[in-house]
């Protein structure tokens, strides 16, 4: 059964480094997303992607953040100064038109120090 | 503003038993609603959905869940929980006219199943 893939599964870094969380959506699929979940809150949207550029972004998706679909399998998050905030499970997902459901990788489990 | 309210946050159960897990949003028209499963250590795995037709919809592992229009519910049952059904469950909502592209989640209710 086809499923998005995420690495690493954990990641730990300094605050202030740079990360990129990667991600290899369902092969078919159209439009990608970025989740994230703070231990003990909700997952919240961060960002949509179709079409090689951003469709809708939260208010959390500020400048330090970027997504890029480098070649035709990968998705990737990019945090360009990590704070301690950005500690959280972030989920990429997929799915195959605007209106159908998404499917959601494992995570990655990002922890700034 | 549109939300969706999981209004337990721990349930437990016995092996056996039945199970109901309590989901209500806020939004002007018709949602699109949907139950995902997070097992510890995984990712969101979806169980089942409602797009439109019949207000009951069923899922995989056994799950069911049913729309009711004038309570803003969807609630998830299961008639016998097995101990592999413990997890997290989140129930979401697609808002905009079906356009899944930006999920509202629940916060959550953490189902624990005793033996």
């Known amino acids: 059964e086809p499923e998005v893939t995420q690495t690493p599964s954990h990641q730990v870094t300094q605050m202030g480094q740079e990360v990129i969380l990667r991600c290899v959506p369902i092969s078919n699929h159209l439009y990608f997303y970025w989740y994230r979940q703070i231990l003990g809150q909700k997952v919240e949207f961060l960002v949509s992607f179709y079409n090689n550029e951003i469709s809708e972004k939260s208010e959390i998706f500020d400048d330090q953040f970027s997504v890029e679909r480098p070649d035709g399998s990968n998705f990737t998050l990019k945090i360009r100064s990590t704070k301690l905030e950005d500690s959280a499970m972030y989920f990429c997902?997929?799915?195959?038109?605007?209106?159908?459901?998404?499917?959601f990788g494992q995570g990655t489990r990002l922890t700034v120090v | 503003a549109q939300s969706v309210t999981q209004p337990d946050i721990h349930i437990t159960v016995s092996e056996g038993a039945s199970l109901e897990l309590r989901c209500n949003y806020s939004?002007?028209?018709?949602?699109?609603l949907f139950w995902y499963v997070q097992s510890p250590g995984q990712g969101l795995q979806l169980l089942l959905k409602?797009?439109?037709?019949?207000?009951l919809v069923q899922g995989i592992k056994g799950f069911e869940a049913e729309f009711k229009r004038s309570q803003s519910s969807f609630n998830l049952r299961k008639p016998s929980v097995h101990w592999s059904d413990a997890a997290e469950y989140f129930c979401?909502?697609?808002?905009?006219?079906?356009?899944?592209?930006?999920?509202?989640f629940g916060t959550g209710t953490l189902l624990a199943v005793q033996p």
């Open positions: 939004y002007g028209a018709t949602p699109y």
């Open positions: 997902a997929s799915s195959e038109a605007f209106n159908t459901e998404a499917f």
């Open positions: 979401a909502v697609a808002p905009y006219g079906g356009a899944t592209n930006k999920l509202i």
């Open positions: 409602y797009f439109s037709g019949d207000t």
